[in-house]
């Protein structure tokens, strides 16, 4: 054993009380699950029509909006996490942890444990929601577990962008306050329509440079198209991306908050 | 867990952001085994001295050993030795007593079978037994403390950092927590630095206190010897008719130089000491004052702070409130 301890143990010890205290919330839990499903049912119902557009690429809009769900699900995800580390250095919690030969690594990992958990369960009801309702991924049994597993990805992405908002910040009303903001990235994406059919020029550009539409494209590709190696590879490479990136600024974060010896 | 090297900090000192001086170079030593007390009011920079002490904050200059171990250099081990209770029991009010001791013993890399045995005999030693499965949130004030405290002991440490373990708790609790510290330094050797603005705390539990004041330590003792530094006791006269306080006061001022006291009469300290209290009563009577309340006050530790820092250790620390920032690091 190092002197830090086993990291697999630290890790699954952060990871089962980041888990727990999720769960115990059931306050924070509803809307993570719920909402993304209204606001589901409410595009479908409201947009339908959109499918008979010329270009659009399937007769469903059902098959359409649900790969947004998954973001929004993760964005749910990514406040609850940022909010509880940020509430750990609020209460000095993150001191008596830093007190014990916690490795920086197992604190991040362990806390974005939670996120993975949360997503993986939202991900699987808005997956079975879906097919109840009607819809038939195009990639088959294999591209429904790649689905998951790419809202998993993202979760994971957004959650390391909380936690280091977290880190930096402290505060856990920094980390409301930024919610909105999230949201209206989510929004400036092809969340509604595919880029190709929207006719206004700024928005068309913001969506293009906006990841977050190719965080959306890569899953919505596995349930209306199939297998899109482009879209595939964007999605998958972007999640990873970001995810690498804001791990990365979060451990630097992190060293920077905790200036134990 | 008996601790060979104790505390010492050379001109340890911290600066924040904005010039603030929190911590201006203090001297300190703390023998293996003894409970020192560190006392002071709001904002004196007591906290600040643990966070330096405990790893969690860099000193800006000079140098602290603990354990035998130096607290820029050695942090690790520094962490490995100590345990420490924070101000405010930082506890996640959704996990349950025994979930933390879990988690606290696993990170301190115990084995799985020995986290059990460890959690359960601490939870029996701070008397957490029958509520070790219900959530935080449902806890007492002084239960926290209790559970604080044993989240410390998790590792069996030599050295104990407590920063002001008894603020905020009810006098049963107050007492349940001197007594498990008095015991922990004397049967088990455990080292004890224990912040606090509570006289009281400092004069019943600490083997030698410190004062500290505007981030400097003033005084430095046992609390017999600081309060004999002193020497002196005061008295306090309280007159029946309030019109004849400035005559009491002429009286009263020829034995001695006037201390803080009750507003409604006039205290001063004696220069003859206690023998002088008959020749006071003696002047009372000659000037024809009759006093309801006549009271001979032996020196305290506030006495000491007073002498030491001219101003009264109750309610000082409403003026220093603000002058020491929370010990974040940037």
Redesign the interface.
Request: glycine content about 12%; charged content about 30%; hydrophobic content about 35%.
């Given at each position: 054993?190092s002197?830090?301890?086993?990291l697999f143990?630290?890790v699954s010890?952060?990871a089962?009380?980041s888990v727990?205290?999720t769960f115990?919330?059931p306050i924070n839990v509803f809307p993570s699950f719920f909402f993304p499903l209204m606001l589901l049912a409410v595009n479908v119902g409201g947009l339908q029509a959109a499918s008979n557009l010329r270009g659009f690429p399937t007769d469903s809009y059902l098959d359409f909006a649900l790969a947004f769900t998954f973001l929004q699900g993760a964005l749910f995800a990514t406040t609850n996490a940022g909010t509880d580390l940020a509430r750990?250095?609020e209460?000095?919690?993150l001191?008596?942890?830093?007190?014990?030969?916690?490795r920086n690594a197992a604190l991040l990992l362990g806390q974005l444990a939670g996120v993975v958990t949360l997503a993986l369960l939202q991900a699987t009801l808005y997956l079975t929601v879906g097919i109840v309702a009607g819809v038939r991924p195009e990639s088959g049994v294999l591209g429904v577990f790649l689905i998951v597993f790419l809202g998993v990805l993202v979760a994971l992405a957004f959650g390391a962008i909380g936690a280091f908002l977290a880190l930096r910040t402290?505060s856990g009303e920094a980390i409301q306050a930024l919610f909105p903001l999230f949201f209206v990235f989510l929004f400036l994406s092809s969340m509604n329509l595919p880029r190709n059919l929207i006719e206004i020029d700024w928005f068309r550009t913001v969506t293009t440079i906006n990841p977050v539409s190719y965080l959306i494209e890569g899953i919505r590709s596995l349930i209306i198209t199939g297998w899109d190696l482009q879209a595939l590879l964007l999605g998958f490479g972007l999640a990873i991306g970001i995810g690498s990136v804001a791990l990365t600024a979060a451990g630097w974060a992190l060293r920077?908050?905790?200036?134990?010896? | 867990m008996r601790d060979e090297h104790g505390i010492r900090a050379e001109a340890l000192a911290r600066e924040f952001k904005g010039g603030i001086r929190a911590v201006c170079g203090i001297d300190l030593e703390v023998a293996p085994g003894e409970i020192y007390g560190f006392l002071g009011p709001n904002g004196a920079g007591k906290s600040t001295t643990v966070h330096m002490l405990t790893t969690l904050l860099p000193p800006s200059s000079g140098t602290a050993r603990v354990a035998g171990f130096d607290v820029t250099t050695e942090g690790q081990q520094v962490r490995a030795a100590i345990g420490a209770a924070l101000q405010e029991a930082a506890l996640d009010p959704l996990l349950t007593g025994r979930e933390h001791l879990r988690l606290q013993t696993a990170l301190h890399g115990m084995p799985r079978a020995e986290r059990k045995r460890r959690s359960q005999a601490l939870l029996e030693r701070v008397g957490l037994t029958e509520a070790a499965d219900r959530k935080v949130q449902t806890y007492s004030g002084g239960m926290k403390r209790r559970l604080d405290l044993a989240l410390a002991l998790a590792h069996e440490p030599s050295i104990l950092f407590l920063d002001e373990p008894t603020t905020g708790l009810d006098p049963q609790s107050r007492n349940a927590l001197w007594a498990e510290v008095a015991r922990l330094a004397r049967d088990e050797g455990v080292t004890v630095f224990l912040t606090t603005q509570y006289l009281e705390e400092a004069d019943v539990l600490a083997d030698r206190v410190g004062i500290i004041d505007h981030g400097t330590i003033v005084a430095e003792g046992t609390p017999a010897a600081l309060k004999a530094e002193i020497g002196r006791p005061s008295v306090e006269a309280i007159p029946v008719e309030p019109s004849d306080l400035v005559a009491l006061a002429r009286v009263l001022e020829r034995f001695g130089v006037p201390v803080p006291g009750s507003p409604k009469g006039v205290t001063v300290r004696l220069d003859g000491g206690e023998d002088a209290l008959a020749d006071v009563v003696r002047a009372l009577d000659a000037e024809g004052l009759h006093v309801s309340h006549l009271q001979l006050h032996a020196p305290t530790l506030d006495d000491v702070f007073l002498a030491k820092t001219g101003r009264s250790l109750e309610g000082a620390g409403d003026e220093l409130e603000e002058t020491e920032p929370e010990p974040v690091p940037a």
């Open positions: 054993m002197e830090h301890g086993p143990v630290q010890q952060l089962r009380r727990l205290r115990r919330r750990d250095i209460t000095g919690f001191n008596r942890l830093a007190l014990t030969p916690m402290g920077g908050r905790l200036a134990r010896s | -």
